[in-house]
């Protein structure tokens, strides 16, 4: 007896077979082919060649994901590495207060407290700069605690220490809001791109205790609007806060902005003076400071490094009583790097021009007359040619000239030439009497047209011609849509006011040459062949720390070196004040020399003041701070002819580019464009960009629109008025395409009157309450006056330059530069490196 299961029996699903559907909507072969869109698919021969191609993307994915991993653990450590030790680097550390009820030194004290330190190892190293040493964590930090800012030099300073601290502790005070002077300081540390910040607060006990909580959130939204990313502001008056603060300081790793990474730069501890020489003391921070490079020192300007020598750390020096300390003369202060002569960058910044390169020589008083007497015989041999010759009839002496005379021909064959010319000469008086008829008739028949061309067409009197002009432009000042409109001169022919302007058929695609009619500043500059390939192997090499023929003349960060640069003939005093810190960084190769530079700018939201171009800015270009008068521009595309339009103002929203006669700069470095002002009150935040490249052909067209009056219309006919106000200037700008504000495109045909009227052919009807353009284009150049900042004051680099031609021996001797290459005219191009 046989009992079945209650139960439902499946096969496996590897067992079923599974067919080709017929057919199914859309698989047309049209539509298939549509929906590709020309995609064709990679095709692999065997199931097993697919599972091992997968196994090595997998393997390649792993190996990629732990070389990332690898790097990023190698860069964390040589962070750190940076620190760590008896004689590791200090941490640079900013106390910024932006009140002036705020005591950055009290907060110092209290950060040290927390941490177990008494207030003597706190040791004062001039410059508003505080030295110690934390032995819970066995770590040096270097404290800048600058006064608040109530003028442009402490607030330019502030910035320069900005750029080069690890780290930024604002101080925010619980009983008074933050004034004009620290707002516009947080505002341009985040502009220019800043490492990490931890808030304080200080004065929240002398607050009620139910508004703590409230002022605590509000003054963390407040700063974190400026940094998104800073934590929980500490109280000076908890401890355990300021310990959580200067712990995570201590054993964290400072981030760094990107383009402070490739270049050296040095926190002054100590300054001396040599005669002219400027002898710098510091720790060799961010990439390795090669000694063929330039110093620039803010507010001064650039010079030559004579030497590095090596300088003792702080804690080898007897400053205490301990029988490991050692003196100032056991110490190695020997030599560490020197610049090669032939390799040193020099301190030339714009080329020479050669004026009379394109010209010729005077020719002296004998080639005069040489040239006078072989005139004199060439014109008595041509009419002795002329008398003895015979030509016909009406011939000039110029046509004359051209007929040969063959002195081998017999005399027969001169009278037959004789008869023939005789006869040619009656055909041609025969058609020439026909030609004249024909001419008189043509010209009764223009005068017939011209007779009835007038009947249609009549000038208006000058006093309604006059009333009309004034209403029309009283009517387009009304109704002004484009910016960039003109009125065409009644008193000046137009061809004459818009001589240096063109016509362009298309903005984007004609062609313009940027090499032609170059103003003479233009052979002052620099040209690079290739600014964006160069840039990267500029960046490159700093990177590894060696110079152009691969040989390391560089010296190690963290390194404490004292810098020997020599020429400097500025007092520091006077540009510098004592009570700030100075801050130097090392030039990259041909960062001196000066370009057509080309900078992006976003116009700050909060600055409601007008921008116009050629107007005096304080541009805070990466380490340096120069005076400004930009021209703007769209920022677009290079295209086919890399032409761009011109801005008369800074607009809001959209990004344009600020083009200067200015030094060259590599990389994408932050910029600050400042407007200061007189007032005692802090400069205004006009904008913030980056840079963006050095090409002098870049051109910057500026184009103006002259506007025209439908006076007739007849569908795509139309009688223009008040676009031009005589007949030549119409013929001069027949070439150049119209077109109107409603988008129609057509050119002039004729002439009419003598008032500037003119019938145009548009490719559609035009209305009455239309308008008829026409724009014109001319390259636009910034002024070549680019200034240094010097403390309250604006000098003129060429006026330095000669400064220092005159009082530095080292200046005028260093101009040859092995780099460049003259290819003529006004091009100077770098030498591929």
Not at 372 to 388: G, I, T, V
Not at 715 to 724: A, D, H, P
Not at 750 to 762: I, M, V
Request: charged share 30%; proline share 5%.
């Amino acid at each position: 007896m046989f009992t079945t299961a209650m139960s439902t029996h499946s096969h496996r699903p590897t067992l079923k077979q599974t067919n080709k559907k017929f057919k199914s909507r859309g698989s047309t072969k049209r539509s298939t082919k549509t929906e590709n869109k020309g995609r064709v698919g990679t095709k692999q021969s065997s199931s097993k060649t697919s599972s091992s191609n997968n196994q090595q993307n997998k393997q390649q994915r792993r190996n990629t994901a732990k070389q990332l991993q690898s790097q990023k653990k190698e860069s964390l450590l040589q962070g750190k590495r940076l620190f760590e030790g008896r004689f590791g680097a200090p941490r640079i550390i900013l106390v910024l207060p932006l009140t002036e009820d705020v005591n950055g030194l009290n907060v110092v004290k209290q950060l040290l407290h927390s941490a177990g330190e008494d207030e003597l190892s706190l040791e004062h190293q001039g410059f508003s700069l505080y030295r110690c040493k934390i032995q819970r964590f066995n770590q040096h930090f270097h404290f800048i605690v600058p006064p608040f800012p109530t003028n442009t030099a402490t607030f330019m300073s502030i910035l320069d220490s900005a750029k080069i601290a690890d780290y930024i502790l604002p101080v925010l005070s619980a009983t008074n809001e933050v004034g004009e002077w620290g707002e516009t300081t947080l505002r341009c540390i985040q502009a220019q791109s800043c490492s990490e910040t931890f808030g304080i607060i200080q004065g929240l006990n002398e607050v009620e205790k139910k508004e703590e909580t409230g002022i605590r959130h509000s003054l963390h939204s407040f700063l974190s609007y400026f940094f998104p990313n800073v934590p929980k502001l500490s109280c000076v008056e908890q401890p355990n806060e300021l310990s959580n603060t200067i712990r995570s300081i201590a054993t964290g790793t400072p981030k760094s902005p990107s383009w402070r990474d490739y270049r050296s730069y040095l926190l002054t501890e100590k300054a001396e003076w040599e005669g002219t020489t400027l002898k710098l003391t510091g720790v060799v921070r961010g990439e390795h400071l090669n000694s063929n490079r330039l110093i620039h020192i803010p507010n001064s300007g650039d010079y030559q490094i004579d030497k590095i020598t090596n300088a003792p750390h702080p804690s080898q020096l007897n400053h205490k009583a301990n029988g490991n300390s050692m003196s100032v003369d056991e110490v190695d202060t020997g030599l560490v790097a020197q610049p090669d002569e032939q390799d040193q960058d020099d301190l030339v910044s714009e080329n020479e021009a050669d004026t009379m390169g394109n010209e010729q020589t005077w020719p002296t008083e004998e080639e005069m007359a040489e040239g006078e007497r072989l005139q004199a015989e060439a014109d008595a041999e041509e009419e002795e040619a002329a008398k003895s010759r015979k030509v016909p009839k009406g011939t000039s002496s110029y046509q004359a000239a051209w007929i040969t005379d063959d002195q081998d021909v017999s005399d027969d064959e001169d009278s037959e030439g004789d008869e023939e010319e005789e006869e040619e000469e009656e055909e041609d008086e025969a058609e020439m009497a026909e030609d004249g008829q024909a001419a008189a008739e043509d010209e009764e028949e223009e005068e017939v047209e011209m007779d009835t061309r007038d009947q249609e067409f009549q000038d208006l009197d000058d006093a309604e011609e006059e009333k009309q002009y004034k209403e029309y432009l009283n009517q387009e000042k009304e109704d002004a849509e484009f910016p960039d409109e003109v009125d065409t001169p009644l008193d000046i022919a137009a061809r004459d006011r818009f001589a240096r302007y063109r016509g362009l058929k298309s903005f984007r695609t004609s062609p313009w040459d940027p090499y032609e009619n170059l103003p003479i500043e233009m052979s002052r500059v620099f040209e690079f062949e290739n600014y964006d390939q160069m840039s990267k192997r500029v960046i490159k090499r700093a990177k590894l720390g060696v110079d152009e023929d691969e040989q390391s003349v560089s010296v190690a960060v963290g390194r404490r070196v004292t810098l020997h640069i020599k020429s400097v003939n500025t007092d520091l005093t006077a540009i510098q004040s004592p009570d700030l810190p100075l801050v130097i960084f090392s030039l990259l190769p041909h960062e001196k020399k000066k370009s057509l530079v080309n900078m992006t700018i976003t116009r700050n939201t909060e600055y409601t003041g007008i921008v116009k171009s050629k107007e005096p800015l304080t541009a805070i270009i990466g380490p340096r701070k120069i005076q400004i008068q930009p021209i703007y521009s769209q920022n677009t595309p290079k295209g086919v002819n890399n032409v761009h339009k011109f801005e008369r103002y800074l607009r809001h929203g959209d990004a344009s580019v600020a083009t200067i006669f200015g030094p060259v700069t590599w990389g994408k470095v932050p910029i600050v464009y400042l407007r200061e002002r007189e007032d005692g009150k802090p400069p205004y935040l006009v904008g913030s960009g980056t840079f963006k490249d050095a090409d002098p052909t870049r051109i910057i067209a500026k184009r103006i629109i002259l506007s025209g009056h439908p006076f007739k219309v007849h569908k795509k006919t139309v009688t223009v008025r008040y676009l031009f106000f005589n007949p030549d200037d119409i013929a001069y700008f027949k070439p150049i395409e119209l077109h109107t504000k409603y988008g129609r495109v057509g050119h002039i045909k004729e002439s009419l009157g003598t008032h500037g009227y003119f019938k145009a052919h548009f490719d559609g009807p035009v209305t009455q309450m239309d308008t008829v353009l026409l724009s014109l284009y001319k390259r636009s150049f910034p002024k070549f006056s680019t200034l240094r900042v010097e403390g309250r004051q604006h000098v003129s680099e060429d006026d330095a330059a000669e400064k220092e031609e005159g009082e530095g021996e080292g200046a005028a001797a260093a101009k040859d530069d092995a780099k460049l290459v003259n290819t003529g005219g006004d091009r100077q191009h770098f030498m591929e490196i």
